[in-house]
């Protein structure tokens, strides 16, 4: 089945964004394409483009793979109840594939270096980050949208 995306302006790309949301990243030496599901995420600008923050622990991969490759992708679920958001939740590490691991189907981004989960998602904003701030026991990532689409 041909999963059919539509372009999004990017100042109305925070519009998108609901809670959960997996977050893309590319690991490092093992290059490969992690997701991983996020709670506390919200919309924070929108001129000229659309800006997203969220938090992250440090002790995690995506927090690794965001600050080495320095883009991510916000992934909106078609159904924030999917078991398989709480599987990619389960597992942090470098040498794991996500999407061998649980059967997810992934296409590469368009103006990114990700992989999204395109069965899973009703929309995306691949994001240049920003800034970093470690406040407490999490780093809160910032992007700027580069491109966004929607089901």
């Known amino acids: 089945m041909e999963n ?20 893309a990243t590319k690991g490092g030496m093992e290059k490969l394409y992690n997701i991983t599901p996020v709670s506390w ?16 622990d440090p002790a995690h991969q995506c927090d690794a793979n ?17 078991p398989v958001i709480e599987k990619c939740g389960s597992v942090s590490s470098a040498d794991i594939d996500k999407f061998a691991r649980f059967g997810i189907t992934g296409k590469r981004a368009d103006k990114t270096d990700l992989m999204i989960p395109v069965e899973l998602v009703s929309s995306w904003i691949e994001c240049r980050l920003v800034r970093i701030i ?3 026991s999490v780093d809160l990532f910032i992007g700027e949208a580069v491109a966004a689409f929607k089901k």
């Open 4 to 23: 059919t995306f539509q372009k999004e302006d990017l100042t109305e790309a925070y519009k998108l964004i609901t809670p959960p949301a997996l977050i």
């Open 41 to 56: 995420i919200m919309p924070m600008d929108y001129e000229p483009v659309t800006k997203v923050i969220f938090s992250c």
């Open 66 to 82: 965001i600050k080495r490759s320095k883009e991510f992708a916000v992934c909106i679920p078609l159904d924030a109840d999917d």
């Open 134 to 136: 470690s406040e407490g």
